[in-house]
């Protein structure tokens, strides 16, 4: 599976962001899919994860009610919706797959990895 991230850039505090995450050499619908983010200096964190059908999403705290994970299987792509984003968000965002139905939160529990897009929240 490669996956080909997209939709960062340079936004204001307070405005908002879409990232996608195209998979292309299998289909993922029947897999649980992620955003990870690591910012400078830190490690790579959790942000949301989905499972294979959208029914159950999961998200860290510090993003929670501002960002909205979601998927379109027939496009064979997830999407990480950013609202009020803050300076703290800034980080280069990874998507990854997980050969499971369901999601967790750990890295380690994801196979593929996507090449990173980045973000920068300014004042």
């Known amino acids: 599976v490669q996956l080909q991230a997209s939709g960062g850039g340079l936004v204001q505090a307070g405005g908002s962001l879409r990232l996608s995450c195209a998979a292309s050499g299998r289909t993922v619908s029947s897999l649980a899919m992620g955003w990870f983010r690591q910012a400078p200096g830190k490690d790579r964190e959790f942000v949301a994860a989905i499972s294979w059908n959208g029914g159950s999403t999961f998200y860290s705290d510090s993003v929670k009610g501002r960002f909205t994970i979601s998927r379109d299987n027939a496009k064979n792509t997830v999407y990480l919706e950013m609202n009020s984003l803050k300076l703290e968000d800034t980080a280069v965002y990874y998507c990854?797959?997980?050969?499971?139905?369901?999601?967790?939160?750990?890295?380690?529990?994801?196979?593929?990895w996507g090449q990173g897009t980045q973000v920068t929240v300014s004042s």
């Open positions: 990854a797959v997980r050969r499971r139905e369901w999601p967790r939160t750990s890295s380690s529990d994801y196979d593929y």
